[in-house]
């Protein structure tokens, strides 16, 4: 038999283009390839760009720039993809270029220049049922849709990724139940907008397990609440019928845990944003969802420095966020994205007042998370293991999104616990961003 034919892969980007990655990888591993991890071994290396903010474009290119050197034979795909003239006129030697999702033409490319020999067997080179994970085994991303329909003035998205496409409920939970029987323990729902669910099919009847299920948010939260294992929201925008989802948090089907990019508090700014659901009275709707479930934690992201933002609505953003008291709180200066409809409004705010408003947003959340977390000591909290050392493990908790939030540093002397344990902590510290525990005697 001739050697099977190896595949290495550079994946950049959000959790979204993650999951494309390993769709890309799982689809190449189904068709015999070898995916190795480094450039010598590889015939061939596929580079899954990101394409989002300038920074992340420059990290692509280097990307490409280094995959042509080390390896020579390149295949470029994902958000950056959808400017593939600009990629060509760069590196001419690149062998294809394809956007987001394009997860055929990529896999067409890898098999026209690096043909699978004939005697692959796919009975005798199985790929494990959930796919190739690219997360650890105890964790795993679930896309529920892509793309999105709306047109955020600062973003490309759409333009890349395209209107909302949901995936049906029944495909959804099926892909949630092989991952939960592979190992999962905690599955993290993401899509561009994780509260649209369904709309774009009419929130369609589909099947799992022989009994229907609706196309929709409420109703797949509560099928994902069925399977026993930790089920966390990403990019939930504020839509009335997220308060549907709060009963479900506060009876622990689902974790109680938002991450809504609310972005800014003024009306004004939210408007010029185009945001969706900029009308929402978002405190009285936190308050509310406080009242209904009491450990719900709240992340979200802003935007300082939009074009036009006064001080007076800066100062509007600082006082959302000591009213709101949200728990986990990320914050960017705006910077312009080629392309983007923003980039035609007037009153850009200068370089040196943008710092001046970020540095005084951070200073205010910082108070607040510090306060939330040291609120925290004395609490017993249930903790997922993501890594055992000598003397300590690193775990999170319901409030802890991986990559994005704080972790639990756990002492963990003389016990056995492997990563994917749930197990119970006692709070005894917190920092800035972490909390530490000991195992209950
Ligand atoms: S909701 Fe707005 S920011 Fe999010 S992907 Fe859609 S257009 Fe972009």
């Known amino acids: 038999m001739s050697e099977t034919p190896k595949v290495g892969f550079v994946s950049l980007g959000c959790p979204k283009a993650l999951v494309d990655s390993e769709r890309i990888l799982t689809q190449l591993r189904t068709d015999g390839y070898q995916v190795v991890p480094d450039y010598d071994s590889a015939n061939i290396v596929v580079v899954n760009t990101c394409g989002f903010i300038d920074s992340a474009v420059e990290e692509s290119l280097d990307a490409i720039g280094e995959a042509l050197d080390e ?33 055929e033409e990529v896999v067409g490319a890898v098999h026209q220049h690096v043909p699978i020999s004939v005697e692959h067997n796919p009975f005798t080179e199985l790929v494990p049922p959930q796919g190739i994970k690219l997360t650890p085994r105890h964790y795993a991303y679930l896309k529920i849709s892509e793309g999105c329909n709306h047109r955020c003035s600062f973003c490309i998205i759409p333009s890349m990724r395209g209107n909302l496409v949901s995936r049906d409920a029944g495909d959804v939970l099926s892909e949630a139940q092989r991952l939960k029987d592979a190992g999962v323990r905690e599955l993290l729902i993401i899509s561009q907008d994780t509260s649209a669910y369904g709309v774009d099919i009419k929130y369609r009847t589909a099947f799992w397990e022989g009994r229907p299920v609706k196309t929709r948010m409420k109703e797949l939260c509560e099928a994902l609440g069925e399977l026993g294992i930790w089920v966390r929201l990403h990019y939930v925008y504020p839509y009335p019928h997220v308060d ?22 003024s009306k004004r700014i939210l408007k010029l944003m185009k945001r969706p659901a900029a009308a929402e009275n978002n405190l009285t709707r936190i308050r509310a969802w406080r009242e209904i479930c009491p450990e719900l934690t709240v992340r979200s992201t802003f935007i300082v420095g939009f074009p036009g933002e006064t001080e007076a609505e800066f100062q509007e953003l600082l006082d959302f966020l000591e009213k709101a008291q949200l728990d986990r709180v990320g914050c960017f200066q705006y910077s312009p994205v080629e392309g983007a409809a923003a980039n035609e409004l007037p009153d850009s705010v200068p370089d040196e007042v943008k710092q001046d408003r970020f540095e005084r947003f951070m200073q205010t959340q910082s108070k607040i998370s510090q306060a939330k977390l040291q609120a925290k000591i004395g609490s017993r909290q249930i903790v997922l293991i993501d890594t055992v050392g000598e003397t300590d493990a690193v775990a999170r908790s319901a409030s802890d999104a991986p990559e994005i939030d704080g972790v639990v540093h756990v002492s963990v002397d003389d016990y056995d616990i492997e990563p994917g344990d749930f197990i119970e902590v006692d709070i005894t510290g917190a920092d800035d961003h972490d909390l530490f525990g000991v195992i209950p005697a």
Not at 244 to 265: K, N, S, T, V
């Open 71 to 103: 390896n020579g034979k390149v295949i470029v795909t994902g958000c950056l993809g959808v400017k593939s003239e600009s990629i060509l006129a760069r590196f001419p030697q690149v062998l294809s270029v394809t956007g987001p999702q394009a997860y």
């Open 244 to 265: 549907e989802i709060i009963p479900l948090m506060a009876q622990g089907l689902i974790l109680p845990y938002l991450d809504i990019p609310f972005q800014h508090a």
